[in-house]
T-cell receptor, first 110, second 113 residues
């Protein structure tokens, strides 16, 4: 059972457009939500992350929006560029007990 | 260059054979993870370890075992490989605290025939 649900599975965006990827979770114990970016043939790498006490975090063209009551968070890529073409994973973890890091199913952005 | 190293890069394995995927990190990270990546299923956690001497089961542990004898190494063993274990396997490590970044290896592409 997927602990973090991610959509869409794939996304095509024009250069300069906005890319939006959504994630939802059920486990209220999760308290850290990173996004990872993966290029073909490479391992994932951290892109940006947020804690649930913050509703939005922005780093350059990348913004995470977080809705704690809805248990949803999303990644917005502004002014999308060809170099942003990659697979994006949302993830979640908790600071209690074993620090499992669980991922969504991924979104292939073109 | 500091980081996390996986070996082998790729492998073709006959069904029923055993194999150990190696993972070594030189960042002295406490937490280490093994994931498998399959198209449409994302990264699924197989096993993890919060510190040397302890391990835990992830989402898809069946058919796999791990050990954590020291901080740096976290090998993943397939005792008797089956075709459904064909996948790309990633090892990752994280430092102290749940807000730290996870660093991934370059992956091992395993094909079980």
């Amino acid at each position: 059972q997927q602990q973090v649900k991610q959509s869409p599975q794939s996304l095509i965006v024009q250069k300069g457009g906005i890319s939006i990827i959504n994630c939802a979770y059920e486990n209220t114990a999760f308290d850290y939500f990173p996004w990872y970016q993966q290029f073909p043939g490479k391992g994932p790498a951290l892109l940006i992350a947020i804690r649930p006490d913050v509703s939005e975090k922005k780093e350059g063209r990348f913004t995470i929006s977080f809705n704690k009551s809805a248990k949803q968070f999303s990644l917005h890529i502004m002014d999308s560029q060809p170099g942003d073409s990659a697979t994006y994973f949302c993830a979640a973890t908790t600071n209690t007990g074993f620090q499992k890091l669980v991922f969504g199913t991924g979104t292939r952005l073109l | 260059t500091a980081g996390i190293t996986q070996a082998p890069t790729s492998q073709i394995l006959a069904a029923g054979r055993s194999m150990t995927l190696r993972c070594t990190q030189d960042m002295r990270h406490n937490a280490m993870y093994w994931y498998r990546q399959d198209l449409g299923l994302g990264l699924r956690l197989i096993h993890y370890s919060n510190t040397a001497g302890t391990t835990g089961k992830g989402e898809v542990p069946d058919g796999y075992s791990v050990s954590r004898a020291n901080t740096d190494d976290f090998p993943l063993t397939l005792a008797s490989a089956v075709p459904s274990q064909t996948s790309v396997y990633f090892c990752a490590s994280r430092g102290q605290g749940w807000e730290t970044e996870a660093f991934f290896g370059q992956g091992t592409r395993l094909t079980v025939v």
